[in-house]
């Protein structure tokens, strides 16, 4: 992937055969990817912008899923649609973008990335 000025690659993330590039334009941060199907990813990701907000929400309901806590949550991003988590499967669905299914770990590992950099930026 070529970004060209004023965006400018700062990191990515990638579990297994998926791969999402975070760029910077005037400040601000925006996730990317070449695939199509990664839309509704991006976007989710991107709604949850504060690694407190995701450590205290959205990362407890993964994990009380993969604990066996609960069967499946379901847990909103604003306008970008909601992620129906299940111990095997996480669907990333409604929004503007097409639906995606997930492993539910895939799902937690790109969250907890994300976590990381919006750590290592102060956010």
Not at 12 to 21: C, Y
Not at 24 to 30: D, E, I
Not at 34 to 41: A, H, K, P, W
Not at 70 to 80: H, N, S, Y
């Amino acid at each position: 992937m070529k970004i060209y000025p004023p965006f400018f690659v700062v990191g990515e993330r990638k579990v297994a055969d998926r791969r999402i590039d975070i760029i910077k334009k005037s400040g601000t941060y925006f996730l990317y990817s070449e695939l199509d199907e990664d839309v509704i990813l991006y976007d989710f990701l991107q709604a949850w912008d504060s690694s407190q907000d995701i450590k205290e929400c959205l990362l407890p309901e993964v994990i009380s899923v993969l604990s066996g806590d609960v069967e499946f949550t379901d847990i909103g991003a604003d306008i970008f649609g909601v992620a129906y988590i299940k111990p095997q499967v996480t669907k990333l669905i409604g929004g503007m973008a097409p639906d995606l299914e997930l492993s539910t770990m895939e799902f937690k590992e790109l969250v907890e990335q994300w976590v990381a950099f919006l750590e290592f930026y102060g956010r």
